[in-house]
Nanobody, 128 residues
Framework: QVQLVESGGGLVQPGGSLSLSCAAS????????MAWFRQAPGQGREFVAA???????????SYSDSVKGRFTISRDNTKNTVYLQMNSLKREDTAVYYC??????????????????WGQGTQVTVSS
């Protein structure tokens, strides 16, 4: 069992940057691959980015085409935290952003059904 708490959301102008954090309350954070999803009003849940565990580098990563080149996912296993650095934000990035954990630490997937643990979400609004 793992509990996830996101933080860092807020209001930002188009073209701006925002950094999200997700703290995991577990003694076995390295057992999980992690991901970010988002959900805009009236829309379904959308994959944003995922990262696996690795003892040698930062872990393998995957991004949706809509955020590739603008967002960066990373993790700090010493702090049980996963991050999402969001640059060049667009109005269409407005959504509630959710952190999720997958108990297969080497699985890199955009399929939300593989993530049984979810945070409560943090709102990101991109507007002038």
């Amino acid at each position: 069992q793992v509990q996830l708490v996101e933080s860092g959301g807020g209001l930002v102008q188009p073209g701006g940057s925002l950094s999200l954090s997700c703290a995991a309350s577990t003694g076995t954070f390295t057992s999980y691959s992690m991901a970010w999803f988002r959900q805009a009003p009236g829309q379904g849940r959308e994959f944003v980015a995922a990262i696996t565990y690795s003892a040698y580098n930062g872990g393998s990563t995957s991004y949706s085409d809509s955020v590739k080149g603008r967002f960066t996912i990373s993790r700090d296993n010493t702090k049980n935290t996963v991050y999402l650095q969001m640059n060049s934000l667009k109005r269409e990035d407005t959504a509630v952003y959710y952190c999720a954990a997958n108990p297969n630490r080497f699985r890199l997937t955009s399929d939300f059904s593989y993530y049984p643990y979810w945070g409560q979400g943090t709102q990101v609004t991109v507007s002038s």
